[in-house]
């Protein structure tokens, strides 16, 4: 149980747990589960730029004039590290999520009170999506496929990027993976093998995480759209 303190909430202390999947103290970068009874954090800054699928519940971000965004059950939704939000739900809550804290505020000097919460919709996000044209971050076997994306949050640092990809089947080589990502699957089978010859199949609603430079190749299986949250540790 995480040990926690009263001033931080409006509310009577709730009960919270994680189970951290990945941390990477050298970047800030921590990925892992969480579970919290009902609860309304004060309003304040919010510590860290943080990708969430919410597995079981539901939560209300309320911004400073009062705003109130909700994220249900099955949806997924990320927060501007700094933004000034009150986290508030009633009931149990689960989710996953990935969580970077900038060592610096240097970057793109983006302002958090322009925009702090995004909610991603895939109706939303696909009328927004531009074919990606360049070099493709790793080495394709056979066909070229075509791919799209969908960039929805960019981080004040630059370095992490949040929004919705697609493409046509194709295969990698074994690798270093070039970011970590954090990927829910939306539509389509993705196979990965590792450099011990370990494989690992996900199919729609699965979501995974790859560190970066993780030795590995992919292998598409029919076209594929993904969430994604990217953070580059270079």
């Not at 941390?23 to 919010?46: A, C, D, H, R």
């Not at 093998?193 to 790859?210: A, L």
């Amino acid at each position: 149980m995480l040990d926690l303190d009263a001033d931080d909430f409006q509310s009577d202390l709730p009960e919270q747990h994680w189970h951290l999947y990945h941390e990477n103290m050298l970047l800030n970068l921590i990925v892992g589960v969480w579970t919290t009874t009902s609860m309304q954090e004060k309003f304040g800054p919010y510590p860290g730029d943080e990708f969430m699928c919410i597995l079981e519940g539901q939560v209300e971000m309320i911004d400073r004039e009062g705003g109130k965004t909700l994220i249900k059950e099955g949806q997924a939704f990320c927060v501007r590290n700094g933004v000034p939000v009150s986290w508030k739900q009633n009931g149990f809550l689960r989710k996953f999520f990935i969580t970077y804290s900038p060592q610096t505020q240097e970057g793109n000097s983006l302002s958090s009170d322009e925009k702090g919460v995004f909610v991603l919709i895939q109706e939303e996000l696909n009328a927004k999506l531009q074919n990606l044209d360049g070099p493709f971050p790793y080495e394709i076997v056979g066909t070229h496929p075509m791919q799209k994306d969908a960039t929805l949050f960019v981080n004040d640092t630059g370095n992490m990027r949040v929004g919705m990809w697609n493409s046509t089947p194709f295969q990698t080589v074994m690798q270093a993976f070039p970011v970590n990502e954090f990927v829910q699957l939306l539509e389509g089978e993705i196979f990965i093998t590792e450099q011990s010859g370990r494989k690992h199949e996900f199919s729609p609603g699965d979501v995974f995480f790859i560190p970066q430079g993780t030795i590995c190749s992919w292998h598409f299986k029919g076209d594929v759209r993904k969430f994604y949250c990217r953070v580059d540790g270079d």
